[in-house]
């Protein structure tokens, strides 16, 4: 079975801090992607990243990056410096690389930034 | 460049009520469509997918369907909804398989039955 634990389901922090955002997540699959999503208040999802099973290098682009362990099943996201804009629900998801089946996503945290 | 549009933005209708959502892309050809719920502390939950027109899979059985009457349309409908059927409505293409991942969101429905 598949499953993506988002165990924060709210965040709130003071602008120009740093937050990182918890995924853990479970698969029999010896091969998966990984994902992270964006859902400001507008509604729409907005893709961040994909990472595959086989590549555990961390990755970085402008504020956020991206830290996956293979041995703590986890892939956390953290955002530096945030800034009010950042504020949204995150979710974290997972699917499989060899099947063609869905995505599963976590429940989503919803990350406050205050000015 | 590649564009979804789903209407209508929100929507109350009552219980036992039909209902229409749609979803249109543009831009691209032959893209596979899903339509997701988010229920409040729920998540998304996937609904209905289509690699194809008129082929449609579903991943939760209840009150809703779906239709692909043409490549980039995508329409979800009910005959009668419940108050559970209350959410928000999100709809997704994707180039890829299902698995593959980068999905694209329209703006979502938010419906609410009373």
């Known amino acids: 079975a598949q499953k993506v634990t988002q165990a924060q389901t709210e965040i709130s922090v003071v602008e120009k801090e740093d937050v990182t955002l918890d995924c853990v997540y479970e698969?029999?699959?010896?091969?998966?992607?990984l994902f992270w999503y964006k859902q400001p208040p507008s509604g729409e999802l907005v893709f961040l990243i994909r990472r595959n099973s086989f590549d555990e290098q961390n990755e970085i682009s402008g504020r956020y990056s991206w830290n996956f362990q293979k041995s703590t099943s986890s892939f956390n996201f953290t955002i530096t410096a945030s800034q009010v804009v950042d504020s949204a629900v995150y979710f974290c998801a997972l699917s499989p690389m060899n099947r063609d089946d869905k995505i599963i996503f976590g429940k989503g945290t919803r990350l406050h930034i205050l000015p | 460049s590649q564009t979804i549009h789903q209407w209508p933005a929100t929507l109350v209708q009552p219980v036992g009520s039909p209902l229409s959502l749609e979803c249109t892309v543009e831009?691209?050809?032959?893209?596979?469509l899903y339509w997701y719920r988010q229920a409040a502390g729920r998540g998304l939950q996937l609904l209905f997918y289509?690699?194809?027109?008129?082929?449609i899979s579903s991943e939760v059985p209840q009150n809703l369907s779906a239709s692909r009457p043409q490549d980039r349309q995508f329409i979800l409908s009910s005959k009668k909804l419940l108050l559970s059927d209350s959410g928000f409505y999100l709809c997704?293409?994707?180039?890829?398989?299902?698995?593959?991942?980068?999905?694209?969101f329209g703006e979502g429905s938010r419906l609410t039955v009373l």
């Open positions: 698969t029999r699959d010896t091969t998966y992607y």
């Open positions: 997704a293409w994707s180039t890829g398989g299902a698995n593959t991942g980068e999905l694209f």
């Open positions: 831009g691209t050809s032959n893209p596979n």
């Open positions: 289509s690699v194809g027109i008129g082929q």
